[in-house]
């Protein structure tokens, strides 16, 4: 028996065939796979990749596949995914699920519990001892994902543009985050975060230097 276990997130994809004793056989890796922010096709491209790592030669002789993807608990996301899967694997039965779920098993197993997961985004899971679940967050970046790695980087930001600006207090955060991204100057940041194709992993991507940071007392 062999299984393909994929975690699909906003940064980063990974992808992992296992055969029935949980030995990894191969190992997929790239990057997110956010249907609101890299689009169905952008999924679509990430999704392929990492199964063709993983399943390397073997091909897609596998018995069955799960993907744990964030917002397929919603109906229409979760049938786009579904046809995405579809056109990638046709053969092996495919379990679709939040990846918040794949966190919670992965910590809790079988046992009731819940899961907070802040990572390019946030969201809250989980499970009683009645096998009701239930969410808080979820939401995307415009609507929500208080606690984020993005959501944090945003207001990194913004502090460091009112200081540039002289609108704000000055802040440690300023240089800390030009030297994170390589710039020179605050304006430089502009076409950094504006980027369409790397701007929101950038943002996120600032939440180890604001706890840095923190933690040397800016």
């Known amino acids: 028996m062999q299984v ?42 990430v999704l392929d990749a990492v199964m063709g790592q993983a399943l390397g030669a073997r091909g897609s002789e596998v018995d069955a596949i799960c993907l744990g993807m964030a917002g397929v608990d919603r109906a229409h996301d979760l049938e786009i995914v579904r046809g995405i899967m579809r056109r990638i694997e046709r053969k092996a039965p495919t379990l679709v699920v939040n990846d918040a779920l794949v966190a919670l098993v992965a910590g809790a197993g079988d046992a009731p519990g819940i899961v907070i997961i802040c990572g390019t985004g ?3 899971y989980g499970v009683n001892r009645h096998g009701v679940a239930a ?7 415009s ?7 993005y959501w944090i980087g945003r207001r990194a930001l913004a502090a460091v543009a009112r200081d540039a600006d002289a609108r704000g207090p000055q ?12 710039l020179e100057r605050p304006e430089q940041l502009v076409a950094q975060i504006y980027d369409t194709a790397t701007g929101r992993r950038s943002i996120a991507s ?9 933690a040397e007392g800016a």
């Open 122 to 124: 946030s969201i809250a």
């Open 206 to 214: 600032l939440g180890a230097t604001v706890e840095r940071a923190r």
């Open 135 to 141: 969410r808080a967050g979820g939401w995307g970046s």
């Open 4 to 45: 393909l276990g994929i975690d699909a997130g906003g940064t980063k994809t990974v992808a992992f065939l296992a055969d029935g004793d949980g030995h990894v056989l191969g190992e997929g890796r790239a990057g997110g796979a956010n249907l609101q922010a890299e689009g169905e096709l952008g999924v679509e491209k």
């Open 171 to 182: 802040t440690a955060l300023t240089p800390m985050v030009l030297a994170h991204f390589g």
């Open 143 to 149: 609507l929500g994902d208080e606690g984020s790695g």
